[in-house]
């Protein structure tokens, strides 16, 4: 249902030193016991998978019924550990900074986005604050789609979002990717050319809150930050 799948990505290493930054997400990779069931959190969200493909909901629905966009918090913690169907906005064709953390003091973790390639720009111990990045290398950061946390520091990467869709983010641990530690980011491109993004497929197969119902017809866009 996306046309980003398989794409050319940057390799070796690139000067992003004239970055504006879109947004920021601060991600706090951890472990939880949620309900008595132990589970891996982002910022104390374990992720519950819905019934309903989330492109299905999004493209008939704006996601009603199966994820509220931006319920997620991308800056800090939840108070309390729960589980949730953790949409986010990242704005097309803007600059994302994510800064993954990873709170486990014995394991490390690893973080993968798909559908793009980042800039991995800086590392650090303990916390991260906006003063973390007069440690970044803008210069010359080398791009990769899979970058290591390493237990008790921090890891930041820069991502530019030029590739509409609803992107996978997540722990490339297999364990923590199983038990909860992902989200998804709508990059969303209100332009319907079919070379950026093709829409569903004439013979598309229905579930979810769509079992027994009428086939829908494409929703209007929901608003996207930046517009």
Not at 13 to 35: A, C
Not at 76 to 99: F, M, Q, R
Not at 148 to 155: A, D, E, F, H, K
């Amino acid at each position: 249902m996306s046309a980003g799948a398989a794409r050319p990505n940057p390799q070796g290493t690139f000067n992003v030193t004239n970055v504006t930054l879109s947004q920021t997400f601060i991600l706090h990779g951890s472990r939880e016991v949620i309900n008595g069931v132990p589970s891996c959190v982002v910022n104390n969200v374990s992720y519950l998978t819905p019934s309903t493909p989330l492109k299905l909901a999004d493209y008939y629905r704006n996601g009603s019924g199966v994820y509220q966009l931006d319920a997620f918090p991308v800056q800090s913690p939840n108070d309390i550990a729960s589980y949730g169907v953790s949409v986010v906005t990242g704005v097309h064709k803007g600059w994302l900074e994510i800064v993954f953390k990873n709170d486990l003091s014995d394991e490390m973790d690893s973080w993968h986005l798909d559908g793009f390639g980042f800039y991995v720009v800086g590392f650090g111990e303990g916390e991260w604050t906006p003063e973390s990045r007069s440690t970044y290398n803008l210069y010359d950061p080398v791009v990769r789609s899979t970058v290591q946390v390493y237990p008790g520091r921090w890891t930041a990467v820069y991502v530019f979002l030029d590739n509409p869709g609803m992107w996978n983010l997540r722990s490339q641990n297999l364990i923590h990717w199983y038990m909860g530690q992902e989200l998804y980011v709508r990059v969303h491109d209100p332009d319907p050319d079919p070379a950026k993004e093709r829409p569903p497929p004439p013979n598309v197969l229905f579930c979810g809150v769509f079992d027994d119902a009428p086939a829908p017809v494409a929703s209007a866009p929901a608003p996207q930050a930046g517009w």
